[in-house]
């Protein structure tokens, strides 16, 4: 990194390994391709100007997830408008490297669609939470400290979220029952 200040490397070495985590968060928060890029960009931005008063009182990660989700929930103020469900559609997935046989890759993507597409339907504050907490592995804690609530605000939205993700993938989707057995579906029972 010739040319760089001593600020700017200690920037980047403390924040490159966050980079794809904090655009994936704004992905799950905004739900489009080109809002996630915009939010990550001015997330990133804005980590780079605040870096000098970065403290250490928190980890890197929930630093920067703090201000990735502030990021995203001002553009969404400013957007005022639901999430489309198409856009998600877009985001693929990759196999794991145990290579599944080709039903179970294809139920598994379909599970990863329709979570993604109920997790899109959710409000907005009850998406942020679930995102931080379940997707991205905040403590209550943490996320409390990111969103600058209480942590029973945490507790109750993250609660309400997940009962409506439940909900919504339980109503009319047989890949999400309570019964089903997991992952495996087309075999059959003796």
Not at 29 to 42: F, K, L, S, V
Not at 108 to 127: F, M, S
Request: proline share 3%; hydrophobic share 40%; aromatic share 6%.
């Amino acid at each position: 990194m010739p040319g760089l200040n001593a600020n700017a490397q200690a920037f980047e070495a403390a924040v490159a390994p966050w980079e794809r985590q904090v655009y994936f968060t704004c992905l799950r928060i905004m739900g489009n391709r080109q809002d996630a890029e915009d939010c990550a960009q001015e997330a990133m931005l804005k980590a780079y100007q605040a870096f000098s008063g970065f403290r250490g009182e928190s980890k890197v990660s929930t630093w920067l997830y703090t201000i990735a989700a502030r990021c995203c929930m001002d553009a969404l103020r400013r957007r005022r408008e639901m999430v489309s469900l198409d856009n998600l559609r877009e985001v693929g997935w990759e196999a794991e490297s145990d290579e599944p046989s080709p039903y179970l890759q294809l139920e598994q993507a379909e599970r990863r669609r329709l979570l993604g597409e109920a997790i899109a339907r959710l409000p907005a504050e009850h998406r942020l939470v679930l995102t931080l907490c379940d997707l991205q592995g905040m403590s209550y804690e943490e996320a409390a400290r990111a969103l600058d609530c209480a942590l029973g605000t945490v507790k109750s939205r993250l609660s309400r979220a997940r009962a409506g993700l439940k909900q919504l993938l339980t109503a009319d989707g047989e890949l999400f029952h309570d019964n089903m057995r997991p992952m495996d579906e087309g075999r059959e029972s003796k």
